[in-house]
Structure formats: C-alpha cells, structure tokens
C-alpha cells in the first residue's frame, strides 16, 4: 500500500492459544524466522514484537509482505499506511488508499480501536462512519456492509494508526525450528515435495534425502530433486536447504535380478533405512514419506506396515489421507508443481504384478542377504549439493 510509512502487519493464529511460556518463545522464533527471511531476501526492515501481533517496518511493504506470507506461523499480513492515531490522520489514509478504487466496486471499513477513550475520543464505529463517509466522498462508491468488494481496514492503537486494504494469507502453522528435525524422503515427484512442506508448516525442520536409483532413475530425476529442494527453500529462514544424494543403483541392481513380487517393498524398505541411518547421523526424531494410502500398489495398508517393520524409527505421513488432486492442487500453490511432473524412476523397478498385500515376514524372507548390509556404505557415499550450485 503505497503513501505514508510503511509498515506489515503480522498475524498468527495458534501460537496464541499456547501457554504463556511456550507463546513467548515461539514468538520470539516466529520473529526470528522472519527477519531471516526478509534479510535473505534482501528486503530493508526492523521486526517489532507486540502482544498478539508483529510488525515489520520497512520502505518495502509489498516484498516485506510476500516474506511474511511465506513464513510459518504466520496466517495473514497486510501491507499498510502507519499514521498518527487521530481521526483526521485517518480519515486522511483512507482518502488516499481509496485513489485506486475500482469503478463500481462496493466498499465497507471495518476498523477496530484498542486503548480507553482518554487515548482516543472516538469508537470502532465511529471511526468506520466518518471513514465510510470519507471513501464515498472520495470515490463516489456505495457502501455494502455484508459483502462489499473491497475492505478498507483501520487498526487504531494507543500510539499508532494503521489503514490497509488486504489481508494475505500465510501458511500458518508452528514457526519453523519449534518440532526438531525430520529426514524427508524426497524422490523429486509430486507427492514428498507437499509432504516436506507440512512437516515444516507444523514445525519441523527438514532434512530433505534423495534415493539416487542408478540407472533406474528417471530422466533429470536427481535435477528436478534438486529443484524441488531449491522451491522448498524458499520456506526456509535462511534459504540455506541442501539435498543429500545417496547412491542405491547397486542396491536396485540387486533386486532386479534377485526379487520378484515384492520387489518394490523391499525397496521401499531400502530407502525407510537410509533415512532412518541418515537420522541417526543429524539427529532427527522421524522420517517422513509422500506415502498416500491407496494411491499405488506398495502403498497400501498391508504394504505400508510391512515397509515400516525395516526400521524403528518413526515413520510420518502428512499425504496419508488426502486425493490425488488436492495434492496436485497443494503442489500448484507452494511452487514445486512444475518442477515435479517428471516420472520418478520408480515404476521401471516395480514388477508386473506387484504383492499389494504383504506381510513383513514374506517380504524379509524374499530379500537377498545382506541387503541392509549396504546401506551404511550407500550413506557414507551420499553427496551433500545445494540447490543453488
């Protein structure tokens, strides 16, 4: 919002339903968290903290917005005109934020006031009046209270004013850094791109690992990894999210030519403990997959149990329940879409009549011995890339 200083006003939503103790500390990261971001984005601002709210001042309101709504733990910002707490100061912003208003568009203001009468000798009403009263004068519109097609927005308090006509979404969610740290297993695909990305809306830091399947890969699969990683980054305070690539092609070669109906399962099993060895190594309390239940032959209930019985560690899946299409649709919207339609490799593994029933011991007693053998050797090879490189 052009005119004034600028300023963005940052909301949350579930941090303040925590205990006094764990709000404080997960505001203060929240805060944190973004200015990390606005520097790595190099936007110019200082981040206030007040009791329910934060506040970014900065020349910048539209960029220092965007950062904002690509933060977790936020769930809208505003760019807004910070003026003086007086009617006239007010009534002034709302002229000029009204010198775009778009011709036969409908207005309401919805303004809210905090403080006693003593700091301010008007109410929320009243101040939606007389800014009502100074939009029309200026724009000529009519008013719509129950759904008008633009909002003009007035936050009174004690020492500042603040008009603003839009309210962006965030992602909401905890603040990044608050819920320890997750591998994810990422194949470069739709799915664990979205599965990452709710790991880290809820808190979690993730360290993303990519199964290199040799010759079995698709084409520009580790690419598009790669590029996944660098969208995900975006999410990241700091921006700073390498990929790790562990070679498992002599692995895969193996149970090529050595397994048959489980094939896939047991590679499944592969990859659950190379995250799992991966976690060990960074100190992470889970592993997370794109698994949606259902959705291919190894994931279904039965498969999904019997994969999980390789490892100890907790398993994560954020995509457990959800449809195909809104899984696409989430992709769309947190940016790794484009760079995750590409085959994973993976079907050229899978059998042509895949078990879609497993147990655990079926699977195990096809498996070649030593098979789990070589993953410690696989981990230790795995190559650390940053998606800027």
Not at 96 to 105: E, K, Q, V
Request: hydrophobic share 40%; charged share 25%.
């Amino acid at each position: 919002m052009e005119g004034g200083p600028g300023a963005v006003l940052v909301r949350y939503g579930e941090i303040g339903t925590k205990s006094s103790k764990v709000r404080t500390d997960m505001e203060r990261l929240l805060r944190e968290n973004l200015e990390a971001t606005l520097a790595a984005r190099d936007v110019v601002a200082t981040v206030d903290r007040e009791w329910s709210r934060i506040f970014v001042r900065t020349d910048d309101p539209e960029a220092a917005t965007d950062a904002a709504c690509d933060t977790f733990g936020v769930v809208s910002a505003s760019p807004a005109r910070s003026v003086d707490p007086t009617m006239d100061a007010i009534r002034e912003a709302l002229g000029a934020a009204a010198s775009d208003h778009p011709a036969g568009a409908t207005f309401g203001v919805d303004a809210t006031r905090t403080g006693d009468r003593d700091a301010h000798p008007f109410s929320s009403p009243d101040l939606e009046v007389e800014g009502g009263s100074t939009v029309e004068a200026e724009t000529g519109a009519t008013v719509d209270l129950d759904d008008p097609d633009r909002t003009y927005y007035v936050e009174c308090r004690e020492q500042e004013a603040f008009v603003f006509t839009e309210k962006r979404s965030g992602p909401g969610g905890l603040p990044l850094g608050t819920q320890g740290t997750a591998v994810v297993l990422l194949s470069g695909g739709l799915d664990s791109p979205v599965a990452a990305w709710e790991l880290m809306k809820r808190g979690c830091t993730v360290v993303p690992v990519y199964v290199d399947l040799g010759p079995y890969g698709g084409v520009d699969h580790q690419a598009r990894a790669l590029s996944t990683v660098g969208e995900l980054a975006r999410y990241v305070p700091d921006g700073d999210l390498a990929l790790r690539i562990v070679p498992a092609g002599e692995i895969v070669e193996t149970l090529m030519a050595e397994v048959g109906a489980t094939r896939m399962l047991s590679l499944r099993r592969v990859m659950l403990r190379i995250a799992e060895a991966v976690a060990r190594d960074v100190g992470a309390h889970s592993v997370v997959t794109g698994e949606s239940l259902g959705q291919k032959s190894s994931q279904t209930g039965g498969n999904l149990a019997a994969t999980d019985a390789a490892v100890s560690i907790p398993v994560h899946r954020p995509l457990l329940t959800r449809d195909k299409t809104d899984i696409v649709e989430q992709a769309r919207a947190i940016g790794t879409f484009d760079d995750s339609t590409v085959s994973v490799g993976c079907e050229q593994v899978a059998p042509s009549h895949p078990e879609t029933n497993a147990t655990a011991e079926a699977v195990e007693a096809a498996e070649p011995d030593g098979l789990f053998d070589r993953v410690g050797a696989a981990v230790d090879r795995a190559e650390l890339v940053s998606p800027d490189e």
